[in-house]
């Protein structure tokens, strides 16, 4: 699925693997299990967005800045697939993101970028570096045969 995003909206198919690891707990979490919501993609208040079918609240940790426990609205998908394809989405059409768009071909300096707009949490993109090392996640970047 990784690859698949990575393809159709040319971002990096490691940042991709890794930030959905570290989002839903390598798809164990609640969120990922009930609602295939891999990436922690909220709903805003114009509801789930093109792609999800829907939102349902779930236990969070915000850090603003000081970590603490929060409930939150997230998207509901009906497929993992959908929700890949909405980080693919969300991550080359927002604003909030657009300065990490010239950086694809460098999986660390990408996801440093995105993590100032996509997570509370300080050391989210060194949470994301040390599973695309610790897992070589680079190897997902490589050309498909």
Known sequence: ???A????????ASVALAQAALESGWG??????QDHNLFGF???AAGPGPVAVGCRDHPTTECTPECHPASASFRV??????SFRDYGRVLTTS????????LRSDPNAFITEVAKKYATDPGYAD?????????????VDAPLP
Not at 5 to 12: D, H, K, L, N, T
Not at 127 to 139: A, C, F, Q, T
């Open 1 to 3: 699925m990784a690859r």
């Open 5 to 12: 995003v990575a393809a159709e909206f040319r971002v990096p």
């Open 28 to 33: 164990h979490s609640d969120l990922a299990v």
């Open 42 to 44: 909220k709903c805003s």
């Open 77 to 82: 998908y009906d497929a993992p697939l959908s």
């Open 95 to 102: 604003p909030y993101y657009a300065s990490a768009l010239p």
């Open 127 to 139: 949470k994301v570096i040390r599973l695309m090392r610790e897992h070589d996640l680079y190897r």
